[in-house]
């Protein structure tokens, strides 16, 4: 059997983490395109806006010409304009263009008499377009819903839209046999990892562990690892509550300890030293995070929001409800009373989970184990190769 020539368009972590070297049978190829040479140039010449629409959407657009000599293009997130045959793989809708995102569900004749939009659908059910791979089910939902505005090519999409769980490599390899440091410590350590903070329940997370020390006496510990970036998309935090959680956990480094960035590797053995993942989010595409916790027996905590019950459950952790939308799973967040509201949910949540932790330990090692195990069943690494290479070899048999 000849050895598949997949090409690539970045080598971002979305990449690495669901399309470079996940089938052994191939080698992966990096491929420049138009638009990523045009993006280099403007932005050397700093001629880039990157506000404007045009320029967000080229993010999402690939086009070779053909001139990259691979048999398949694999793509995360963009549109294939090249006659080369190709994948895509999505986490919330495809084409991922920005008025496609603000106004799929609050202005459809906005999106459909849009030629760019139109296009790039036509592109998604051509015979050149293999597959589309949906990394979560939610995300097969929200795809579905957005292509009832493109009846005609509604059908061609979704009948090539498959959803496969990115793999996930399990961090040891005897979860009955791990430490965990609330068995052996007067604590329970809990982890946030994501430069996404604010977005992640940051905020809640911090406001939770005080009040429990502070008023329930629960020795609780917190180690944060994050660029604390500014949110404009769900919170609208920035500038000032920045400075609010760096001066708090100054003058609490006590209890938290803060990374603004630590290697791969060395987030995964801090993992090793925590008892419980965090990820209470109020928006997430999907929570990677939550994965990486589980493959080392640590349970998560989570909200229910997106892909998050696909991937927890009060089995192998704990799930905070939130209002949410029906198809898709997005939380409530875009008006002030309805991020008011999250944010509550979140923290009572959060403390709710955390006094049912300190009250039974032992339910730390019991659904860690339980998370492994899922992890083990649901995304193991060579059935992820299996059915990325079938799809590819469609595409050299056409």
Same mark, same amino acid.
């Given at each position: ?55 967000? !959407? ?21 549109? !294939? ?222 909200? !229910? ?67 492994? !195990? ?25």
């Amino acid at each position: 059997m000849s050895v598949l020539r997949i090409g690539h368009a970045s080598q971002q972590y979305p990449e690495k983490r669901n399309i470079i070297g996940k089938v052994e049978n191939a080698t992966y190829c990096l491929c420049r395109d138009y638009y990523s040479l045009r993006s280099r140039v403007k932005g050397f010449l700093r001629f880039t806006d990157s506000h404007s629409d045009q320029e967000f !959407n080229n993010q999402f657009r690939f086009n070779d010409f053909g001139l990259n000599r691979v048999d398949c293009l694999h793509l995360f997130n963009s549109v !294939n304009y090249s006659s080369t045959p190709w994948v895509a793989t999505f986490e919330t809708c495809i084409p991922r263009f920005r008025n496609v995102l603000k106004h799929r569900n609050d202005d459809p004749k906005r999106i459909q008499s849009n030629s760019a939009v139109y296009k790039a659908v036509y592109l998604l059910a051509k015979n050149k377009c293999i597959s589309t791979i949906a990394i979560s089910r939610s995300a097969y939902e929200i795809q579905e819903q957005f292509l009832d505005l493109f009846p005609d090519a509604k059908p061609t999409i979704m009948q090539k839209t498959k959803v496969v769980h990115p793999p996930q490599i399990l961090l040891t390899a005897d979860a009955n046999s791990l430490w965990y440091p609330c068995e052996t410590k007067s604590e329970i350590s809990f982890m946030l990892v994501g430069h996404q903070f604010f977005r992640k329940g940051g905020i809640e997370i911090i406001q939770a562990t005080k009040e429990l020390r502070d008023f329930d006496n629960v020795p609780v510990k917190l180690c944060i690892v994050s660029g604390l970036k500014n949110d404009e998309y769900a919170t609208k935090s920035g500038f000032y509550e920045k400075e609010w959680v760096l001066n708090f956990i100054e003058k609490n480094e006590s209890w938290i300890k803060y990374h603004p960035f630590l290697p791969y590797e060395k987030v995964l053995k801090k993992i090793f030293e925590c008892d419980v993942g965090l990820l209470p989010s109020y928006a997430e595409t999907y929570g990677y995070s939550v994965l990486e916790f589980q493959a080392a027996a640590r349970p998560v905590i989570t909200t !229910n929001i997106r892909a998050f019950p696909e991937i927890n459950n009060d089995q192998c952790g704990w799930v905070i409800p939130v209002a949410k939308k029906e198809i898709g799973g997005e939380a409530y967040y875009h008006s002030a009373e309805d991020r008011a509201k999250l944010s509550n949910d979140i923290r009572h949540g959060l403390l709710a989970v955390i006094r049912q932790i300190a009250s039974n330990p032992a339910l730390v090692r019991e659904k860690g184990i339980q998370a492994w !195990n899922r992890i083990k069943k649901e995304h193991d690494p060579a059935t992820y190769s299996t059915k990325l290479e079938s799809i590819y070899q469609r595409a050299i048999q056409r």
